[in-house]
């Protein structure tokens, strides 16, 4: 049978594919919003981690399993921030093969000239999809990214950091 011919719930049947729609559109929602302030979303989460965390400087593999990514792709997305000076990257003297990332003051400043913008995406959507079933799906989708079960074994170990 084509693909037009299937019904419509059997052509949106993948959860996967469901959430990786959801997850691109949304990326492009809030990458838009947040565009005035020169981060692109996954950034202004990175730099939010980090902020979130005080003066208790993240390791690399840490921020990884907070942020649910693989550590390269971390290495990846810091590098920008760290050659605008909006983070440092520091060896862990508990750990010397570790690296510690640490907000500078213009880290925190972009962080919070960025946080306006971020608020009012979060209030646009909010408002178009609903307070309340916007928690709802926020609580679902942490219920999905905290599920060990859908971790493949290779990862089990990296995913249980967080």
């Known amino acids: ?42 950034q202004y ?16 593999g840490d921020l990884a399993g907070a942020l649910v990514m693989d550590q390269s792709t971390i290495g990846q ?4 921030l760290q050659r605008d000076g909006l983070v440092t990257l520091e060896r862990d003297e508990a750990d010397r093969r570790s690296r510690l990332v640490k907000l500078t003051r ?12 971020w608020l009012a995406a979060q209030e646009k959507f909010e408002n178009g999809f609903g307070k309340r079933a916007a928690a709802e799906l926020r609580n679902l989708l942490a219920g999905i990214a ?10 089990e170990l990296h995913h249980q950091k967080a």
């Open 1 to 42: 049978m084509a693909e037009q011919e299937l019904p419509v719930l059997e052509r949106n049947r993948c959860n996967c594919a469901a959430l990786r729609k959801a997850s691109r559109h949304m990326t492009l929602f809030y990458d838009a919003a947040l565009e005035p302030s020169g981060l692109r979303s996954t």
């Open 45 to 60: 989460a990175m730099l939010t981690e980090i902020h979130r965390r005080g003066d208790a400087a993240p390791a690399i």
């Open 77 to 80: 997305n810091l590098r920008p």
């Open 106 to 117: 213009a880290g925190r400043s972009r962080l919070a000239d960025a946080r306006p913008l």
């Open 146 to 155: 905290g599920d060990p079960s859908l971790v493949p074994e290779r990862a």
